[in-house]
């Protein structure tokens, strides 16, 4: 044995302890595909320890040196194809039945070891006496057969996933693949064909840069496209052809010139002038072939990328409008990279809250989906973090990525994009930008992907002016609403004054007036039964007005400081609708309207505070009295639905062809104070048509049903006095509410429950 040899042994087994290290760097038992990778790694540094040890000459019982090789290279072999199917994503199916022949051949080979060994002659495998060279004869063809079956099985799978469609960066991995493949398998011809010459000379270093490559490819996300790393090879090769032949040119002119020209003066004069001729032939000789070998080979002119990024920053200086923004970044995009497919997300929340990425211009994306991104997103978190750009395949491979939901990942996946840049401001994600493949199918170089992300930088300078700019128009928009609001708040608030007063003042004059002509009564007066009783029934009716006044009042009141309790019970809407049109009878007949009710009877029981539901809906009835026209129809309908979060309710629909209401007013109508009608129509009468109120009954209306966990919107197709559109008010309220706990309360209030429903 020679010193060489121990070296090159020494060195491999060098190569897969470093390979070891790395792959437990990485080690995770979930992760099918680094454990092949570790077993495999760990029976080849095995192999080559044993190798070692035996020509170091090692004596040890424990240990058959040559058995021990086999056996681990075999096994090492096995895993590899084991490591090949789960790369490629193979069902547990497929890599169950792999592992089951794997083991299988495993097993037989070691009987026969065993057997070999002499230590269990004729039990663990039948040999019917054949001798030890037959044996290992046996051995070597069952170890050969497991090397088959793993590159064979290997080599297969690889070309027909080559054959598919997939992201770039996958078909690299595996043209990768496929070179680790025959490097193994050529490890394995020699193998068998010379273990002590060519394998341990050839084999063992082709085991290892195979096994070594196989490492990195798992290990490493980020790998040179061999394609691209072929064409610049291909190019380097071009270029040095092209300089060296002027050389030559140059070389065998000046031999020439000295067999021609014997004058020493003439000579020199000549060789300067072919010496400049070549010297200014050189750039331009080799921009026009790098130039003709670019677009021979890479099918495209070299780039000027500083003209480009020029040209860019020149577009967007004075864009302050992030959509054109983002139109003119596509643009450049698909300028200088000549991509496919691309998309510039930007992130519609600024600040520090959560991120919602929405793309706003695209290129090539056909059935384009819109799906918005959230701050739980990985990807949007790797982003902000690494503040690097991040490639689709490593979004399919690390385990970062494992916990991102699958349809979000099948949308990514669709979009079939390869690259994702982020746009950054500090901490901040303004927006992405995500590149799809070159036209040409190549994948991106270094030089290439420089330019995506400085063309991030600069989108994310311009974005940042214009989305500021944004903001800022934003926020004017909502300080022009509020202020409107404000003032309509005003508005109302001083008409409130007056309303309330009014209200206020009017029942209590009545009250005063009625309450002198009792002071002044005669004795007469009082023998006139009609006439006190109608002195009375004045005082009585003033007083109910004003009761009903402050009581609303009181109730709004309580539900703005979240006071507003629920005694709640089993509650039939029928009763509670004939409960809440009892006092409205003689003027639905006094002003010859029609009320009439639909379906209330069969809608199930609900749990609900009948008084507060009765209330509800009397001044749900109110309106409609007070908003249609004599001679009107007001309509009342029941059906059985569910809230939006699923749970069983009911639908109450109280409708009429009334005035109706303009739908910019379909919100505020639910406000305090807001009326819709002037103060001047403002009556004492509940129920006159037109009269306005304190505009507290809706107000009190959302209460109760908001405090029930219910929901009400109103639908009208606008106000018409003359066409009468109607309205029509929908109140969900839930079977179940899910009320708060109840608080108790002083024992004088409980008594004011007085109705029960069954
Ligand atoms: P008000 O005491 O003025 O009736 P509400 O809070 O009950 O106050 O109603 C607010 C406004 O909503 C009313 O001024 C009216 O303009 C409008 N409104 C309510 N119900 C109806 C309806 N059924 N038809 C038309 N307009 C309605």
Redesign the pocket.
């Given at each position: 044995m020679e010193i060489p040899e121990i070296i090159l042994i020494s060195l491999c087994l060098l190569i897969f302890g470093v390979l070891q290290v790395l792959v437990i760097l990485r080690w995770r038992l979930a992760d099918i595909l680094v454990v092949h990778l570790g077993v495999s790694v760990s029976l080849g540094f095995f192999a080559n320890l044993c190798l070692l040890l035996a020509w170091l000459e090692v004596t040890t019982n424990a240990l058959n040196y040559e058995l021990s090789i086999q056996l681990s290279l075999l096994a090492m072999i096995l895993t590899f194809g084991g490591l090949t199917l789960s790369l490629l994503k193979k069902t547990r199916r497929t890599l169950l039945i792999y592992w089951g022949v794997g083991l299988a051949i495993l097993l037989l080979w070691s009987g026969l070891a065993f057997n070999f060994q002499g230590w269990a002659t004729g039990i663990v495998v039948a040999t019917n006496g054949v001798g030890l060279n037959g044996i290992e004869q046996l051995m070597a063809i069952v170890a050969g057969s497991g090397w088959v079956m793993a590159i064979t099985s290997a080599l297969v799978n690889l070309t027909s996933e080559l054959k598919q469609r997939h992201p770039l960066q996958f078909l690299n991995r595996l043209r990768y693949w496929l070179i680790v493949t025959f490097l193994l398998g050529a490890a394995g011809v020699t193998l068998f064909a010379d273990f002590t010459g060519s394998f341990r000379w050839v084999g063992l270093p082709l085991l290892t840069a195979g096994m070594a490559l196989a490492s990195y490819n798992v290990l490493s996300y980020q790998t040179p496209d061999l394609k691209l790393l072929f064409n610049w090879g291909l190019h380097y090769i071009g270029i040095t052809f092209v300089l060296s032949s002027i050389t030559l040119i140059g070389l065998v002119g000046a031999t020439q010139l000295y067999r021609f020209i014997a004058h020493r003066t003439h000579l020199l004069i000549w060789l300067v002038i072919l010496a400049v001729l070549m010297a200014a032939s050189y750039r331009p000789l080799q921009r026009l072939s790098n130039m003709l070998l670019m677009r021979f080979i890479f099918g495209r002119t070299d780039r000027d990328e500083t003209q480009m990024i020029r040209r860019y920053n020149q577009n967007i200086r004075n864009t302050l409008d992030v959509q054109r923004l983002s139109d003119v970044t596509i643009k450049a995009m698909v300028e200088t990279l000549d991509i496919e497919r691309g998309v510039v997300f930007i992130n519609e929340r600024n600040g520090r809250g959560p991120v919602w990425l929405k793309p706003l211009s695209t290129v090539g994306l056909k059935n384009f989906t819109t799906k918005c991104l959230t701050i739980e997103n990985p990807l949007v978190g790797y982003l902000r973090k690494e503040k690097t750009m991040l490639s689709q395949y490593e979004i399919d491979v690390r385990p970062e990525f494992k916990s991102m939901a699958q349809d979000e990942k099948d949308w990514l996946l669709a979009l079939e994009l390869e690259m994702y840049v982020p746009i950054l401001r500090e901490q901040e994600l303004m927006g992405v930008l995500a590149f799809g493949p070159q036209k040409n199918g190549t994948a991106y170089s270094k030089k290439e992907k420089d330019l995506m992300v400085m063309l991030a930088e600069q989108a994310a300078v311009a974005m940042d002016g214009a989305l500021l700019f944004q903001q800022l128009a934003t926020i004017n928009d909502e300080v022009g609403l509020l202020n409107d609001r404000v003032s309509v708040l005003d508005k109302s608030k001083s008409e409130f004054l007056s309303i309330a007063s009014h209200e206020l003042k009017t029942p209590l004059t009545q009250i005063h007036t009625y309450s002198q002509l009792l002071l002044d009564l005669t004795e007469d007066d009082l023998k006139d039964e009609t006439y006190t009783k109608k002195v009375f029934e004045g005082i009585a009716r003033g007083s109910e007005r004003m009761r009903d006044v402050i009581e609303l009042m009181l109730d709004v009141s309580a539900a703005d400081m979240g006071s507003m309790y629920l005694f709640t019970g089993p509650v039939i809407m029928k009763e509670v609708f004939e409960q809440a049109i009892r006092p409205y009878l003689p003027v639905l007949d006094e002003r010859r309207l029609a009320l009439s009710e639909n379906s209330l009877a069969d809608l199930p029981t609900i749990e609900a505070d009948g008084t507060r539901l009765v209330q509800m809906l009397e001044?749900l009835i109110?309106?409609?009295i007070?908003?249609?026209p004599d001679g009107g129809q007001i309509t009342i309908t029941g059906r059985p639905t569910t809230m939006s979060d699923g749970e069983p309710a009911v639908e109450i629909m109280i409708s009429?062809n009334?005035?109706?209401?303009d739908p910019q007013?379909h919100e505020m109508?639910?406000e305090k104070f807001?009326?819709?009608?002037d103060s001047k129509n403002h009556s004492t009468s509940k129920t006159k048509y037109k009269g306005?109120?304190?505009?507290?009954?809706?107000?009190l209306?959302r209460a109760i049903v908001e405090t029930h966990n219910g929901e009400i919107w109103v639908e009208?197709v606008g106000?018409d006095e003359v066409n009468r559109p109607g309205?029509a008010?929908y109140v969900v309220l839930p079977l179940l509410p899910k009320l708060p706990e109840r608080i108790e309360l002083p024992q004088s209030k409980i008594i004011t429950q007085t109705i029960t429903y069954s």
């Amino acid at each position: 044995m020679e010193i060489p040899e121990i070296i090159l042994i020494s060195l491999c087994l060098l190569i897969f302890g470093v390979l070891q290290v790395l792959v437990i760097l990485r080690w995770r038992l979930a992760d099918i595909l680094v454990v092949h990778l570790g077993v495999s790694v760990s029976l080849g540094f095995f192999a080559n320890l044993c190798l070692l040890l035996a020509w170091l000459e090692v004596t040890t019982n424990a240990l058959n040196y040559e058995l021990s090789i086999q056996l681990s290279l075999l096994a090492m072999i096995l895993t590899f194809g084991g490591l090949t199917l789960s790369l490629l994503k193979k069902t547990r199916r497929t890599l169950l039945i792999y592992w089951g022949v794997g083991l299988a051949i495993l097993l037989l080979w070691s009987g026969l070891a065993f057997n070999f060994q002499g230590w269990a002659t004729g039990i663990v495998v039948a040999t019917n006496g054949v001798g030890l060279n037959g044996i290992e004869q046996l051995m070597a063809i069952v170890a050969g057969s497991g090397w088959v079956m793993a590159i064979t099985s290997a080599l297969v799978n690889l070309t027909s996933e080559l054959k598919q469609r997939h992201p770039l960066q996958f078909l690299n991995r595996l043209r990768y693949w496929l070179i680790v493949t025959f490097l193994l398998g050529a490890a394995g011809v020699t193998l068998f064909a010379d273990f002590t010459g060519s394998f341990r000379w050839v084999g063992l270093p082709l085991l290892t840069a195979g096994m070594a490559l196989a490492s990195y490819n798992v290990l490493s996300y980020q790998t040179p496209d061999l394609k691209l790393l072929f064409n610049w090879g291909l190019h380097y090769i071009g270029i040095t052809f092209v300089l060296s032949s002027i050389t030559l040119i140059g070389l065998v002119g000046a031999t020439q010139l000295y067999r021609f020209i014997a004058h020493r003066t003439h000579l020199l004069i000549w060789l300067v002038i072919l010496a400049v001729l070549m010297a200014a032939s050189y750039r331009p000789l080799q921009r026009l072939s790098n130039m003709l070998l670019m677009r021979f080979i890479f099918g495209r002119t070299d780039r000027d990328e500083t003209q480009m990024i020029r040209r860019y920053n020149q577009n967007i200086r004075n864009t302050l409008d992030v959509q054109r923004l983002s139109d003119v970044t596509i643009k450049a995009m698909v300028e200088t990279l000549d991509i496919e497919r691309g998309v510039v997300f930007i992130n519609e929340r600024n600040g520090r809250g959560p991120v919602w990425l929405k793309p706003l211009s695209t290129v090539g994306l056909k059935n384009f989906t819109t799906k918005c991104l959230t701050i739980e997103n990985p990807l949007v978190g790797y982003l902000r973090k690494e503040k690097t750009m991040l490639s689709q395949y490593e979004i399919d491979v690390r385990p970062e990525f494992k916990s991102m939901a699958q349809d979000e990942k099948d949308w990514l996946l669709a979009l079939e994009l390869e690259m994702y840049v982020p746009i950054l401001r500090e901490q901040e994600l303004m927006g992405v930008l995500a590149f799809g493949p070159q036209k040409n199918g190549t994948a991106y170089s270094k030089k290439e992907k420089d330019l995506m992300v400085m063309l991030a930088e600069q989108a994310a300078v311009a974005m940042d002016g214009a989305l500021l700019f944004q903001q800022l128009a934003t926020i004017n928009d909502e300080v022009g609403l509020l202020n409107d609001r404000v003032s309509v708040l005003d508005k109302s608030k001083s008409e409130f004054l007056s309303i309330a007063s009014h209200e206020l003042k009017t029942p209590l004059t009545q009250i005063h007036t009625y309450s002198q002509l009792l002071l002044d009564l005669t004795e007469d007066d009082l023998k006139d039964e009609t006439y006190t009783k109608k002195v009375f029934e004045g005082i009585a009716r003033g007083s109910e007005r004003m009761r009903d006044v402050i009581e609303l009042m009181l109730d709004v009141s309580a539900a703005d400081m979240g006071s507003m309790y629920l005694f709640t019970g089993p509650v039939i809407m029928k009763e509670v609708f004939e409960q809440a049109i009892r006092p409205y009878l003689p003027v639905l007949d006094e002003r010859r309207l029609a009320l009439s009710e639909n379906s209330l009877a069969d809608l199930p029981t609900i749990e609900a505070d009948g008084t507060r539901l009765v209330q509800m809906l009397e001044n749900l009835i109110n309106n409609a009295i007070k908003y249609t026209p004599d001679g009107g129809q007001i309509t009342i309908t029941g059906r059985p639905t569910t809230m939006s979060d699923g749970e069983p309710a009911v639908e109450i629909m109280i409708s009429d062809n009334g005035i109706g209401i303009d739908p910019q007013h379909h919100e505020m109508i639910f406000e305090k104070f807001f009326r819709v009608e002037d103060s001047k129509n403002h009556s004492t009468s509940k129920t006159k048509y037109k009269g306005a109120g304190p505009g507290l009954g809706l107000t009190l209306v959302r209460a109760i049903v908001e405090t029930h966990n219910g929901e009400i919107w109103v639908e009208s197709v606008g106000r018409d006095e003359v066409n009468r559109p109607g309205s029509a008010f929908y109140v969900v309220l839930p079977l179940l509410p899910k009320l708060p706990e109840r608080i108790e309360l002083p024992q004088s209030k409980i008594i004011t429950q007085t109705i029960t429903y069954s």
